[in-house]
């Protein structure tokens, strides 16, 4: 399993923008596909978004398309989540998740290594 370490939570404003980083130290991070998942208040974990180890092919949730960016640095070891035009319903503990080789799976279950989250909270 991969040590994956989330950072960029916070407060914002209906509106705002933030960006959520996921890194892999010293770990063969290269070889995996990435994904965000978020758990709002009394809600199940639901999928976010998702980027194959190229970074060629992404996916993401409905709810999100359009206002979320999931993009990846391998020189880095970082997988990145880049949320514009937040919403109220967009607040969430955000996790990030990590799958060897897998073809983009939106399930959690596809997913073997997991960070700790970090809240995103969003004011209306």
């Known amino acids: 399993q991969m040590r994956l370490v989330e950072s960029g939570g916070g407060l914002v404003q209906a509106g705002g923008s933030l960006r959520l980083s996921c890194a892999a130290p010293?770990?063969?991070?290269?070889?995996?596909?990435m994904a965000w998942f978020r758990q709002g208040p009394g809600k199940e974990r639901e999928f976010v978004a998702t980027i194959i180890w190229s970074g060629v092919n992404t996916a993401y949730a409905d709810s999100v398309k359009g206002r979320f960016t999931i993009s990846r640095d391998n020189t880095k070891n970082t997988v990145y989540l880049q949320m514009n035009g937040l919403k109220p319903e967009d607040t969430a503990v955000y996790y990030c998740?990590?799958?060897?080789?897998?073809?983009?799976?939106?399930?959690?279950?596809?997913?073997?290594?997991w960070g700790q989250g970090t809240q995103v909270t969003v004011s209306s």
């Open positions: 998740a990590a799958a060897y080789r897998a073809w983009a799976p939106r399930r959690a279950n596809a997913y073997e290594s």
């Open positions: 010293n770990q063969t991070f290269s070889t995996y596909t």
